[in-house]
């Protein structure tokens, strides 16, 4: 089973209907038991980390989400929320990810929150992404960024390179919106379920 992990966070919907595009079959849930015994999961997001945390901790998500051992592909807030902390209300994440979120600040013509379509380098061949995806095009809604660090598997440039992808064991994340990305976030994706 495919769950997709449903924790008040917007978004979700979109995921289902890319996944329903690609005939795959998913559970969205928020119960304990399947989100630990599905085959693989999906954690996506759009939102508020602050919010997000304290829903996540008071319903024991949190706790469930940093025991998980197969494969999980966070999405957008999603890949924020795995890391140690956000500058986004000075918010305490997950701490699965040793990295820190920050707010783009600009100082140049670059507006704030990033949205539009953006290029994917520097690929690392993860699960998720593959060869054919170097420079492909992806779409973001995001004002805050994950630093270019050691678990960086892409990187997109706006204001600064950033994470566009992450991935530490059985985690993997995307800053972008594969749901929203068309071939090439269908491609993403069926690269996670085949994986």
């Known amino acids: ?10 978004n979700v919907r979109s995921v289902l209907f890319a996944l329903d595009r690609l005939g795959v079959e ?32 008071e319903t024991g998500l949190a706790e469930v989400i940093k025991s998980l051992t197969q494969p999980v592909l966070a999405i957008c807030i999603g890949q924020q929320l795995l890391c140690e902390h956000s500058e986004e209300n000075d918010t305490p994440c997950l701490g699965i990810i040793p990295q820190k979120v920050k707010l783009f ?12 379509w953006n290029t994917i380098h520097s690929l690392q061949t993860d699960g998720v992404f593959d060869a054919s995806l170097e420079q492909a ?14 678990y960086t ?3 997109t440039d706006y204001v600064l390179p950033f994470s566009a992808g992450l991935q530490k064991d059985n985690f993997f994340a995307t800053q972008f919106h594969p749901e929203k990305s068309g ?7 069926q690269n996670f379920l085949e994986g």
């Open 1 to 10: 089973m495919l769950a997709v992990i449903n924790y008040n966070a917007g």
């Open 26 to 57: 998913a559970k969205l849930t928020a119960d304990h038991e399947e989100i630990r015994t599905a085959d693989k999961i999906l954690f996506p997001g759009v939102g508020e980390a602050n919010s997000a945390m304290q829903h996540l901790h």
């Open 105 to 116: 600040r600009p100082e140049a013509e670059e507006k704030v929150p990033h949205v539009g």
């Open 137 to 150: 095009y992806v779409y973001y809604v995001h004002s805050y960024y994950v630093e270019v660090g050691p």
């Open 153 to 155: 598997t892409a990187t």
């Open 183 to 189: 071939s090439v976030g269908e491609r993403i994706l």
